[in-house]
């Protein structure tokens, strides 16, 4: 994509490399001069003083390192050039799958040789998985363990539902005065099937390399009758259960029965370079989704699904009104999401709330929707979105860009009155609440449905939106569609302005609309406008 390069009104600035994470054999660098995703030149990357790469990435990583050595990494961009100094950590054993009887011919199963060197690695040690192509069901994780996925290597998963060990839902202790959440699906305790990566409260893991986790889902398995629970919920790729430190880079996950990544109740996570990539018609392939996270970082990362490439979650009201633990202080830099449902979303399942939330410097491309905001009635008090930033962004082909929508009509009521009611009802222990959303320095090409759509509840109205600096065009040749799924709208709208509905604030500031059919911006129950032209 060729984007105007004096995006509102940015000055150019000096190119600065910062390491942004290491380890013994690996690191990532990202090359800070002002563009997004992708530098608008290639540039070579120098390491020792010998060419290593040549590049457009923003975010890099660098494999094929040793330990304990001192490494000088130098880009060179035209006449620009940065350079830094760093020293990668200590590594005392290499575990190397192949010694444990995996053969990866795409034959055997392999998954029994590389559990085992899973669980013979030492700490400070990795197991290392080669080239090649390793039939699995689930591995399990550990804490203190690095696992490497080298290039050419595959971890191909099996697709018989048979084989995989099934995750209860919950588990009563024997007082029955509490529980253990084990499987989810969705945002309720569900038995579910374990995922192909499994990690269950397991501290300081870091999978990483150039290799891929090949879920092997199509029509033909997994994704036939998708919502048809069969002997338990479809695995996801990556699950994490209450999980502590835990950094995912480099890697490649593709073909998911469902979700791909879901980090479920853990806490200081890093997702660097990871590629996601699934069928734009695959069922529930979300991307990413942490579910009541605490801080979470994810950066230089690639998706391409068929569902959400990035959704926020904190549970049902099952989940996330009894323990009320929120997804909260997540960092979303230098992505680029591509073809799914949304780009980034939050909720619908969020009864424990989402707190301050921040994305920056991302590219969307085709999705249905760019930022979204998705909530209803009966998801309860609790679930409060706050603090969201959505700041240095450029979209093309996006069907809405902006979407806040307050009557989402998932779940079995999801069409009933209560939940698509447009007049206010009563505020109880069962609304929910969106406060302050700040939407800044954003440029909107070829859209086609509507340049923005919000609609909160009129009992319990959006606290806060502010949209400055934000640029929005059509496509020549737009298409008509439903701007958010909720029941009273039409779905065959087109060349939409901006459309808000039932805010408390609204500011406005250096706010263009172009090519719309009818009024730039529609609005109705704003309590305050602020607008700046």
């Given amino acids: 994509l060729e984007f105007r390069r004096v995006l509102f009104r940015s000055k150019e600035i000096k190119m600065e490399l910062k390491l942004i994470w290491k380890h013994a054999r690996a690191a990532a660098l990202e090359c800070c001069e002002g563009s997004i995703y992708e530098m608008a030149q290639l540039c ?85 998985i080669p080239e090649g192509v390793y039939r699995i069901t689930s591995l399990f994780l550990k804490d203190h363990l690095t696992m490497e996925l080298a290039k050419g290597a595959v971890l191909s998963a099996c697709t018989e539902r048979e084989k995989f060990p099934v995750l209860k839902g919950t588990y009563q202790n024997e007082n029955k005065d509490k529980e253990y959440i084990l499987g989810t699906w969705e945002g309720d305790a569900c038995d579910m099937f374990s995922g192909i990566i499994t990690g269950i409260g397991v501290k300081d ?64 996570l890093q997702f660097i370079k990871v590629t996601v990539l699934g069928p734009k018609d695959s069922p529930n392939t979300d991307g990413l989704n942490p579910e009541s996270c605490d801080d979470v970082e994810i950066t230089g990362c690639l998706f391409s699904v068929g569902d959400d490439c990035i959704a926020v979650k904190s549970g049902k009201i099952s989940v996330g009104a009894k323990y009320k633990v929120p997804s909260s202080n997540l960092r979303i830099r230098q992505c680029c999401m591509r073809d799914g449902h949304g780009s980034i979303t939050l909720g619908s399942e969020m009864a424990a709330g989402i707190r ?52 989402y009509f998932c779940d079995p009521d999801g069409h009933s009155e209560y939940v698509q009611c447009k007049e206010p009802l009563a505020v109880d222990e069962r609304t929910p609440q969106i406060k302050e959303l700040c939407f800044r ?42 701007p958010a799924m909720l029941d009273g709208i039409d779905e065959n709208i087109c060349k939409m302005g901006i459309f808000a509905r039932n805010i408390k604030i609204l500011v406005l500031e250096d706010i263009q609309v172009m090519g719309q059919d009818g009024e730039a911006i529609l609005m109705d129950g704003i309590d305050s406008l602020e607008w700046t032209k």
């Fill in 44 to 128: 070579q990357i120098y390491l020792n003083g010998k060419f290593y790469k040549e590049t457009k990435q923003v975010v890099n990583v660098l494999y094929d390192l040793e330990p304990e050595k001192e490494y000088c990494v130098a880009v060179q961009k035209g006449e620009e050039k940065s350079e830094i100094v760093f020293c990668t950590e200590s590594q005392d054993y290499t575990l190397n799958v192949h010694d444990f009887g995996a053969k990866g011919d795409g034959i055997q199963d392999d998954t029994t040789y590389i559990q085992a060197a899973i669980m013979a690695c030492p700490k400070n040690s990795r197991v290392l």
């Fill in 205 to 268: 893991v870091t999978i990483y390399g150039e290799g891929t986790i090949d879920g092997n889902a199509s029509w033909d398995n997994w994704w036939f009758e998708a919502k048809k629970i069969r002997i338990a919920a479809r695995p996801r790729m990556i699950f994490l259960n209450q999980c502590e430190d835990v950094r995912i880079v480099g890697i490649t996950v593709q073909n998911s029965p469902s979700w791909n990544i879901h980090p479920y109740f853990s806490n200081r």
């Fill in 356 to 407: 301050n939330l921040q994305a920056r410097q991302c590219v969307f491309i085709n999705t249905d929707r760019g930022l979204r905001i998705k909530t209803r009635r009966g998801r309860g008090k609790d679930a409060i979105i706050d603090g969201v930033l959505f700041e240095d962004i450029k979209m093309d082909s996006v069907l809405t860009p902006f979407v806040i929508n307050c009557f």
């Fill in 441 to 482: 320095n954003i440029q909107a090409e070829n859209c086609h449905v509507a340049a923005a759509f919000f609609y909160g509840l009129p009992e319990q109205k959006i606290e806060r939106v502010e949209m400055k600096h934000v640029q929005v065009s059509y496509a020549k040749e737009a298409v008509s569609g439903q």
